[in-house]
């Protein structure tokens, strides 16, 4: 049932204090430790998915900006403009 379902939450019934008891135990705490870990992996996931785009969409607007706000001139520089016959 777990490996099929991938579902860590199941948990082994304990019936009995013996060697299989103890069996038990260190299984459902094996399975918490599993599922705590797939829980953890998939917060951070989503974290990374959610970095991801926010800096696509400050590149985005970056490349959709004029660098530093400034008009480029026709004479190369910013805020310059090339007057004819002028050099």
Partial sequence: MVSER???????VKVADDDLGQLTDV???M?????????DLLRHRDRLEQE???R???????????????RQGRGGEPGQERVSGQT
């Fill in 27 to 29: 299984f459902n705490e």
């Fill in 52 to 54: 991801v785009e926010d």
């Fill in 6 to 12: 991938k579902s860590y939450s199941t948990r082994a």
């Fill in 31 to 39: 399975l918490s430790e599993i599922e705590r870990r797939d829980e």
């Fill in 56 to 70: 696509t969409a400050d590149l985005v607007k970056s490349n959709t900006e004029p660098a530093g706000g400034k």
